[in-house]
């Protein structure tokens, strides 16, 4: 019986390495599918590089846009600046270079109504008057009426006739 003792102990030592063998299989199985469930899929890893990519690509070409009008913005300022002071000086610019031109074209008015003059004298016609002292004589003609009422009316026409 000892022998069968013996055997019946060596079969029931071997079913319980068996089931302990069996144990630490199904755990290293286990610890594979775990870890193979935790690293992610080689597709999601590819999309996600490809987003990173895209997404970068996006922030440059957005940084980029945003700086170009940024720089569009500050040239239209600094022309608006620019423009405000020199649109003023040249408006003082024009007026001098008016009021020098018609200086000058009265110096010539002047000095052709001269030569008129001149000329006439020496054909021995009798010399003109000019229309501004006809209009002063006339003035002056007119303040010597008695009794006459002047009105803001006729003080204007008469200051716009002189002027």
């Known amino acids: 019986m000892s022998d069968e003792k ?6 029931a030592k071997n079913i319980w390495l068996a089931g302990v063998g069996a144990y630490g299989r199904a755990v290293e199985e286990a610890q594979d ?14 999309l996600v590089k490809a987003g990173a990519a895209l ?15 940024e720089e569009r913005i ?9 423009q405000r002071p020199a649109r003023y000086e040249d ?7 008016v009021d020098q031109l018609t200086r000058k074209v009265n110096k010539l008015s002047s000095t052709l109504a001269q030569l ?12 003109k008057q000019k229309p501004q002292q006809k209009k002063a004589k006339a003035a002056k003609v007119s303040r010597k009426k008695p009794a006459v009422k002047k ?13």
Not at 33 to 46: I, S, W
Not at 116 to 127: I, T, V, Y
Not at 151 to 163: G, I, L, Q, V, Y
Request: no cysteine; glycine share 2%.
């Open 33 to 46: 599918r775990l870890e193979k469930a935790m690293e992610p899929p080689k597709l999601f890893r590819e």
């Open 6 to 11: 013996s055997k019946a102990g060596d079969i």
């Open 151 to 163: 009105t803001n009316t006729r003080k204007t026409t008469t200051r716009n006739r002189s002027a």
């Open 91 to 97: 408006l003082e610019k024009l007026q001098k270079k």
């Open 55 to 69: 997404e970068e690509e996006a922030r440059e070409t957005t940084e980029a846009a945003r700086h170009s009008v």
């Open 74 to 82: 500050n040239r239209v300022r600094e022309n608006f600046q620019n």
């Open 116 to 127: 008129d003059l001149d000329n006439d004298s020496r054909r021995g016609k009798p010399k």
